[in-house]
């Protein structure tokens, strides 16, 4: 029977990432102190929705799949995006100046240097796209931001795709093991239509 919307993996990766992302943000430059951080606040997030289930709609398997894929699945994969996208935000995005003032400025400067000394060997619409670029070099840590936010919201989606996924090969097929995407169990009473038959053994002679 499918698990409804509110206790699939999907929602619960939502749920969790929602309680998650003002965590991260709060141990940028505390590796360790995040990864304790993370732990917790599955454990809890997680525990609190599969008691719900367990006493809402009475459904233990379900339950036991949303503890175990929130531990198993989710929580590695979120720890290791995480802390990676800690990283960038603690260097300021990615921007080798940082984003002050007195960095904006410098970059103009050098954009507009270069803009002016390599327009005198192109032509003239590549000299004026060169002078764009230069023109739009102090806003260019809001765009790199803006890029980075929106990359991270992207693996953020994704996680939560793979775990919908995985709510559905539950539902779909039963017998499948539940680690990230892995092919179901072969049942070995049910014979495999693409294995070769076992050699038939030799007539024995009969005696007469």
Same mark, same amino acid.
């Given at each position: 029977?499918?698990?409804?919307?509110?206790? *699939?993996? !999907?929602?619960?990766?939502?749920?969790?990432?929602?309680?998650?992302?003002?965590?991260?943000?709060?141990?940028?430059?505390?590796?360790?102190?995040?990864?304790?951080?993370?732990?917790?606040?599955?454990?809890?997030?997680?525990?609190?929705?599969?008691?719900?289930? $367990?006493?809402?709609? &009475? %459904?233990?398997?379900?339950?036991?799949?949303?503890?175990?894929?929130?531990?198993?699945?989710?929580?590695?994969?979120?720890? $290791?995006?995480?802390?990676?996208?800690?990283?960038?935000?603690? $260097?300021?995005?990615?921007?080798?100046?940082? %984003?002050?003032?007195?960095?904006?400025?410098? #970059?103009?400067?050098?954009?507009?240097?270069?803009?002016?000394?390599?327009?005198?060997?192109?032509?003239?619409?590549?000299? &004026?796209?060169?002078?764009?670029?230069?023109?739009?070099?102090?806003?260019?840590?809001?765009? *790199?931001? #803006?890029?980075? *936010?929106?990359?991270?919201? &992207?693996?953020?989606?994704?996680?939560? !795709? !793979?775990?919908?996924?995985?709510?559905?090969?539950?539902?779909?097929?039963?017998?499948?093991?539940?680690?990230?995407?892995?092919?179901?169990?072969?049942?070995?009473?049910?014979?495999?239509?693409?294995?070769?038959?076992?050699? $038939?053994?030799?007539?024995?002679?009969?005696?007469?």
């Amino acid at each position: 029977m499918p698990a409804p919307p509110s206790y *699939r993996l !999907d929602t619960l990766s939502v749920h969790l990432v929602s309680r998650l992302e003002a965590t991260r943000r709060a141990h940028l430059d505390a590796p360790d102190a995040a990864r304790a951080a993370f732990a917790r606040v599955v454990e809890e997030a997680a525990g609190a929705l599969a008691r719900e289930c $367990r006493e809402v709609m &009475g %459904d233990e398997e379900q339950a036991r799949l949303l503890e175990r894929e929130a531990r198993e699945t989710f929580l590695p994969r979120y720890t $290791r995006m995480a802390l990676a996208q800690n990283q960038v935000e603690a $260097r300021g995005f990615g921007g080798p100046l940082g %984003d002050g003032p007195f960095a904006r400025i410098v #970059a103009t400067v050098i954009a507009v240097a270069i803009a002016a000394t390599l327009s005198r060997y192109l032509p003239p619409l590549a000299e &004026g796209l060169l002078f764009l670029l230069a023109a739009i070099t102090p806003v260019a840590p809001e765009l *790199r931001v #803006a890029w980075t *936010r929106r990359a991270w919201a &992207g693996q953020l989606q994704e996680l939560a !795709d !793979d775990l919908g996924r995985l709510q559905d090969a539950a539902e779909t097929l039963p017998r499948t093991d539940l680690e990230p995407l892995r092919p179901a169990i072969p049942d070995p009473t049910v014979p495999d239509p693409d294995a070769t038959p076992p050699a $038939r053994p030799p007539r024995t002679k009969e005696i007469h």
